[in-house]
């Protein structure tokens, strides 16, 4: 790759704010965003010349491919059962229907216990 030109730009602190919020908003560093945008205008105007390369892509390649013949390891493994899965055959439980009473009431199912008395017993 061929070395990338370093030039000074003066701006209107407000132009480079608007372009600071523009690239920010489609996820471009406010260099790449400059850059977009005059070869945009430099194609607009018939302008850009044919050597001219793709701007380079920044951050995080590609992910590869995975083979087909080699298994993902995202994927849960389709012969073993699925640990987190709710048992759905309708066997029953050791888990008792009821939880106990409504957290509102007291322990014997009675009226609300003062908060600020100590528990019973």
């Known amino acids: 790759m061929t ?7 003066r701006l ?3 132009v480079h704010d608007a372009l600071a919020r523009w690239a920010g908003d489609e996820l471009r560093s406010t260099n790449a965003q400059i850059e977009f945008l005059l070869r945009g ?3 607009s105007a018939g302008r850009l010349p044919p ?4 701007i380079p892509r920044r951050g995080r390649p590609p992910k590869d491919e995975p083979d087909a013949d080699e298994p993902d390891a995202d994927e849960p493994d389709k ?3 699925d640990a987190d899965r709710a048992d759905t055959d309708g066997a029953e439980t050791d888990e008792p229907d009821d939880a106990g009473p409504p957290a509102d009431q007291g322990e014997a199912g009675g009226a609300p216990r003062d908060a600020g008395s100590p528990p019973d017993g």
């Open 51 to 54: 050597t001219v390369g793709r």
């Open 12 to 14: 209107d602190p407000a």
């Open 3 to 9: 070395e990338r030109k370093k030039i000074l730009l």
């Open 79 to 81: 012969d073993e059962p």
């Open 41 to 43: 205008a430099l194609t």
